[in-house]
Each structure stands twice: as C-alpha cells, then as structure tokens.
C-alpha cells in the first residue's frame, strides 16, 4: 500500500523530518551499550513512517550511550539491526536542555497549550534557551537540504525552526505540525513572546493541526497580532509569505497494527484472557506517558469512587495503568507520578482481596508488541485526557482489539471527533469517568460489535501513510516566496 502514495512516486524525493524527541535511544546498561525506541506520539508516528520511506530524522541525542554508536557526522542508522532510515544527533549543552527543552517547551509552552489550569512558568533566560535550541536544529538541518527535500518540522519545541532555517537557506520548503492543542485567545494571549511565535510559525509554508478548532484558534491568534492577510486558510505575511493552515489529523499504520496484533501476540493474548476468565474478571487497560495532561489519577480515583458506589465490581475488575515516565526532571512531573502513586495505594489498600488487587501500575516503557497484546486481551481501554491534541493510544486499541472490548474516551482528546461511538466520558468529573467504565463493561456485546466495527471503519480509512502524503502533496503544492 505505501508503495502507491506519493512520497514513494516523487523521484528522489528526500523526507528530512525534525523533531526534539528521537524514536531511538542508546543507553548504558550493566557496562553495556543497548537501544529501545522511545514512548510518544510524534516517536511512535514518524518511525512507522520512515521505516516505509527511508529519509533522514534530525532529533536532540538525550540517551546515556547516543554519542556512543554516531558517525563523525552524528548519524545512526536505525532500527538497529534494520537500518531503515538515518538518524541524526544534535546535542545541547546542559543549560540548553535544562532551560530550552525543559523549561520554555515543557513549563511553558505545553501547559500553555493544554488548558488543565496548570500555570505555565515564564522565564526570559529560558526563551533565549529555546531559541538557541532552535537555531542549533536549523544548523544540523540545513547541513542536510538538497534540491528534492522535503522538510518536516514537528511540534511545539521547534516553533522557531523554519525562521533560523530559512535565514541560511532561503529557497527551503518547511511544513511544521503541531501536535498538541492551540488553545483559544483568552489561554493564549498571556504568552509573553506570542507575537514572535506565530510570525516565525508563518515563515514555514504549511502549518498543521489535528482539529478544526485548533485550526480556527491559531488563525484568530493570527489576525488579531499579526500584521498580515488571511483568505480563507492562507495567509499572506507583510515580507509575502505564503503559509497554508490545514486540518490534518493524525493517523496510525492501522493495518500493520491489526495485523501484528492477530499474529504475533495470539499466544501473548490467549494467556492474559484465560488468566481474567478463569477468575471472572475484566480487564481495563491504560496506557499513557505519565503526564499530568492524560489524567491518570482521575482514572485510578474513579476506580476507587466506582467500587465505593457499586461494590458488586470489588474482585471483578483490574485496572492495567501503563505509564511511560517522561520530563522526569520537571517538579509538576514528579508531583503527578506521586498522585498516582498515592491514589494506587489507597485503592489497592481499601479493595485488595486476597491476591487480586484492583490497580496494577506499571511505570515503565514498555514495548510496542506488548501493548497491541494487551489492547487485544483488554475488556476496556480507558482514555482520560484532560485534554489531548489527538491521543493515538484510542486508535491503536481500535486496531488491536477483535470488537469484544470497549474505549472509554475523554471528551477533551482530539480523537474524540473521530471515534465517536466510543463512550464518552468528562475526565474532570470522577464520577463520569466511573459511569463510562461501568456503561462499557455492561454493554451488550452486540452493541460493542457495532460500535467497534463502525470505529474501525474509521480508523482504518485514513493511515499514517495516507496523511504524511497529504501533507506532504499539500507542502509541495506550495511556492516558495522568492523562489
Ligand atoms: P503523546 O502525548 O505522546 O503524543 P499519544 O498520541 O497517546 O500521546 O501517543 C503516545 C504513544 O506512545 C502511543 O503510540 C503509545 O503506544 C506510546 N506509549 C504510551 N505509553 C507507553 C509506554 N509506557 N511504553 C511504550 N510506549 C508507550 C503527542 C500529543 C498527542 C498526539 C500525538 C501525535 O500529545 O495528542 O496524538 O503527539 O500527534
């Protein structure tokens, strides 16, 4: 199928993506140099993606051992064993990483972007940071352009990319995708440097988001700080860049997930199942970077609120929370893991029986191939999200599970304007999340059937091959100012 699309028939054509997180890290274990991929949409994505197409993906190296295994040119093939396609290291320096990365993306700009009422913490040090981390990107990018490239920026860590970029090289063609919310203009306007952010956004010439509202909030931002024309979805800058805005949202490798999970993990599957079964039990699966974003202790308190009100599920259900720790470094990061920590052990405390206990919370990475096992074997998948730009953990357990289990979805994901007929729940109301949990596991099984059928329908439409050719035929539709 990837063979038809577009990237495929563009002679030549030369994906160079960006992103701060890398999809593969090398690491010291026992003396030892080893490799995982790494947990996150854009990670779980792109590598999908550049697997098929080959390309090369310039990413911030941050594991112990990745200066270890690069070239005199900082690149490794990868996956290790396969070498697909060739990732590039940029390194920071420890102020860089601490101050740009840590502090102005993910104190400020993230909670900026997700209206959870954490409040962003502003610092004019950690903006110089973050556009030092910006211009290094572009650097180690422009290093890399030819005439047939395309490049790809992604996310909110490298909002200022394409203007650095664009300094050394002019004539370059960017795309950028922003994968998380935009927030409406009461959220947005406290932004300090807000003017600055969208006018270097602009100087890419195509710029996409995963729903129509995020779409509508950045063009209002725009006209009402920038000193440019809007028809429609373009927008023509005072300098004349042309920059089209589009409605995009992400998909997954739908058919390689389903495939791998009726194969490879049949056997995986058959042992999870049985083990519930034979004790009558259900199982919830969940499984989120542990980020306070994705409302992870409102799951495991509405667990708790859930056995208190209907004591008829106690020894019935187990909640299976995965959770890859992430931005371990951050104090509010620290804090959420301890919340959940906290809610485990006072659930656990109050219900467990015997050897059963009602959460098993593992904070981990954990493999690809497990998780689709687990989808597969789950009754529920519980999707809490305070708020999400997409959430693709929905569509990855769409894919794996045969159509007895049920998701459980947070109004507040992006993903919940596609997957509708899923049980919608309020993440911000325990109790809502509890009736969703209880709505999904009494569910008749034919309506879960048809549900399920109906949102794998929809799923399997659109895959990640699909949409990075739309938006890469969008991109190369596109004139260059200038050029
Ligand atoms: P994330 O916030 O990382 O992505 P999500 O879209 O759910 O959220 O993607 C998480 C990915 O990481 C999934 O592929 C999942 O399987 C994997 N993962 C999660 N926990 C894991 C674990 N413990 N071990 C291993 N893998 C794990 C950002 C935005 C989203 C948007 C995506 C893509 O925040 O809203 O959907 O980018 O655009």
Redesign the pocket.
């Known amino acids: 199928m990837a063979g038809e699309t577009v990237i495929a028939k563009t002679p030549g054509s030369n994906i160079l993506l960006a992103s701060t997180s890398e999809p593969y890290l090398h690491y010291y274990h026992g003396g030892e140099v080893h490799c995982r991929?790494t947990?996150?949409?854009?990670?779980?994505?792109f590598d999908s993606l550049l697997k098929q197409y080959g390309g090369t993906w310039v990413a911030l190296g941050l594991g112990s051992a990745d200066r270890e295994v690069v070239d005199s040119k900082n690149k490794v093939n990868v996956p290790p064993g396969e070498g697909k396609y060739c990732l590039k290291r940029v390194w920071l320096s420890k102020k860089e990483e601490e101050s740009g990365l840590a502090l102005a993306s993910n104190s400020m700009l993230w909670p900026l972007s997700h209206v959870v009422h954490v409040r962003p913490q502003f610092q004019e040090d950690a903006w110089e940071q973050y556009n030092i981390l910006n211009q290094k990107m572009a650097d180690s990018l422009a290093k890399e352009i030819t005439d047939d490239t395309v490049v790809w920026i992604n996310?909110y860590q490298l909002a200022l990319c394409a203007a650095y970029l664009k300094k050394l090289k002019p004539g370059a063609k960017t795309g950028f995708?922003w994968?998380?919310p935009w927030p409406g203009f009461e959220a947005f306007k406290i932004f300090p440097w807000k003017k600055e952010l969208l006018e270097s956004l602009l100087q890419n010439n195509l710029i996409g988001f995963?729903t129509d509202e995020y779409t509508k909030n950045f063009l209002y931002a725009v006209q009402k700080l920038v000193d440019c024309k809007v028809n429609e979805r373009e927008v023509t800058t005072a300098e004349g860049n042309k920059c089209l805005v589009k409605t995009l949202p992400?998909e997954i490798d739908y058919a390689g997930i389903s495939q791998q999970a009726q194969n490879t993990t049949r056997g995986d599957v058959e042992k999870i199942r049985k083990h519930y079964q034979a004790l009558n039990r259900k199982l919830i699966v969940a499984?989120?970077?542990m980020?306070y974003?994705?409302g992870i202790s409102e799951k495991i308190k509405a667990l708790d609120y859930l056995f208190t009100s209907k004591p008829e599920y106690v020894n019935k259900i187990t909640l299976l929370q995965?959770?890859?720790p992430t931005r371990t470094n951050l104090a509010e990061y620290k804090k959420t893991l301890e919340d959940a920590l906290t809610a485990t052990d006072a659930v656990n405390w109050k219900y467990a029986i015997g050897d059963w206990k009602p959460v098993i919370f593992?904070n981990?990475?954990?493999?690809?191939k497990e998780?689709i096992a687990l989808y597969r074997a789950a009754d529920v998948c519980l999707v809490t999200?305070l708020h999400?730009?997409?959430?693709?953990?929905?569509k990855?357990f769409i894919a794996s599970n045969p159509g007895n289990g049920m998701l459980v979805l947070s109004q507040f994901?992006?993903?919940s304007e596609e997957l509708k007929e899923a049980v919608p729940v309020n993440p911000f109301l325990i109790e809502s999340i509890a009736k969703g949990i209880e709505q999904a596991l009494e569910m008749p099984e034919v309506e879960k059937k048809t549900r399920m059928d109906e949102m794998k329908k929809t799923v399997s439409q659109n895959t990640i091959f699909n949409w990075a050719d739309s938006f890469i035929k969008i991109l190369a539709m596109q004139q260059v100012n200038g050029v």
């Open positions: 991929g947990a996150g949409g854009v990670s779980t994505a996310d995708f994968h998380i995963h992400i499984v989120d970077r980020d974003t994705k995965i959770a890859a593992v981990d990475f954990v493999p690809l998780i999200s999400d730009g997409m959430n693709l953990v929905s990855e994901a992006g993903a």
